[in-house]
């Protein structure tokens, strides 16, 4: 049975960072590409960042460029999304998401097969 379990949102000051976490259970996370996503309410979903299977190769929104960090460690089987400088409209749910996707697909939602639960977000100003 394929799972990703989130975990490692909450409140944060702008300015203060977060690590957020995708642990995934009946697969390793080298197996498929991992992205993370945000939706905040009245949003769609969102692209934040994400991580190759095939070579591990990195992608990451204009938004966040230089401020968060996708790194994978496979002995623990989970895929970490560092959040440094973050800012109010960082606010969202964060969900992580795993699938067999090519480097042009990895950032588009639908070519993710599995998602996680999702992590709230909340940056204060």
């Known amino acids: 049975d394929v799972q990703l379990q989130a975990s490692g949102g909450g409140l944060v000051q702008a300015g203060g960072s977060l690590r957020l976490s995708c642990t995934a259970s009946?697969?390793?996370?080298?197996?498929?590409?991992i992205g993370w996503f945000r939706q905040a309410p009245g949003e769609e979903r969102e692209v934040v960042s994400c991580i190759s299977s095939s070579d591990g190769t990195t992608y990451y929104a204009d938004s966040v460029k230089g401020r968060f960090t996708i790194s994978s460690d496979n002995a623990k089987n989970t895929v970490y999304l560092q959040m440094n400088s973050l800012k109010p409209e960082d606010t969202a749910v964060y969900y992580c998401a795993a699938g067999s996707v090519s480097l042009g697909g990895l950032g588009r939602p639908r070519e993710y097969d599995y998602w996680g639960q999702g992590t709230q977000v909340t940056v204060s100003s």
């Open positions: 009946g697969f390793g996370v080298d197996d498929y590409a």
